[in-house]
C-alpha cells in the first residue's frame, strides 16, 4: 500500500502543492509502484491525484493498472475533514488545496467508481472486489 500522504513526508519531502510540485509527486509514487509491479508485487496506491494527465501518465508506465474513483461532493468532503484542512484552505491560509482553489479532474474513464457519500464502506470494497474480479486480477473471496 503506497499512501500519498505517507509519501509526502519521504520521497516527495520538500514538495508543495502546486501543480507542478502535484505532478511530481504522482510521478513518484507512480514510478514506486511500476517497479513493485514489475517484481511480481500488488500495489495499492491511496493518494490525491487532481490532474487526469498525470493519472494518465501513471496508467502508461503501470501494467495492469485499475484506476478507482471515490468520488465525493466537496460539502460532504469538508464535513468529514478531521484536520480541518478545508477550513484553513476556505481561510486562504493553505495554497492550492484540491477543490477550493485548485481544480481537480475528474477521471474520463475509472474502471470503478465508488460514491463515498453512499452506501456502505464493505459495500464500496465488494463494488472494488468485483471489477478486480472482472479484469482477472481477483479471484475467489476475501476472507
Not at 509526502?8 to 509527486?25: I, Q, V
Not at 495492469?64 to 471515490?70: D, L, Q, S, T
Not at 466537496?74 to 477543490?99: C, P, S
Request: aromatic share 6%.
Amino acid at each position: 500500500m503506497l499512501d500519498g500522504e505517507e509519501l509526502r513526508k519521504h520521497s516527495s519531502a520538500g514538495l508543495g502543492f502546486t501543480k507542478e510540485d502535484r505532478d511530481e509527486h504522482i510521478r513518484r509514487i507512480a514510478e514506486t509502484a511500476r517497479r513493485l509491479t514489475e517484481t511480481g508485487v500488488v500495489v495499492i496506491v491511496a493518494a490525491i491525484s487532481p490532474y487526469r494527465a498525470a493519472r494518465e501518465e501513471a496508467r502508461q508506465k503501470i501494467v495492469n493498472f485499475i484506476e478507482v474513483y471515490c468520488r465525493c461532493p466537496l460539502a460532504v468532503a469538508e464535513a468529514r475533514d478531521t484536520k480541518g484542512l478545508y477550513a484553513r484552505a476556505r481561510r486562504a491560509e493553505l495554497l492550492h488545496f484540491t477543490g477550493i482553489d485548485d481544480p481537480y479532474e475528474e477521471p474520463l474513464h475509472p474502471e470503478v467508481i465508488v460514491d463515498t457519500d453512499k452506501g456502505t464502506v464493505s459495500a464500496s470494497v465488494d463494488k472494488i472486489c468485483d471489477a478486480l474480479k472482472r479484469c482477472g486480477f481477483l479471484t475467489g473471496g476475501l476472507e
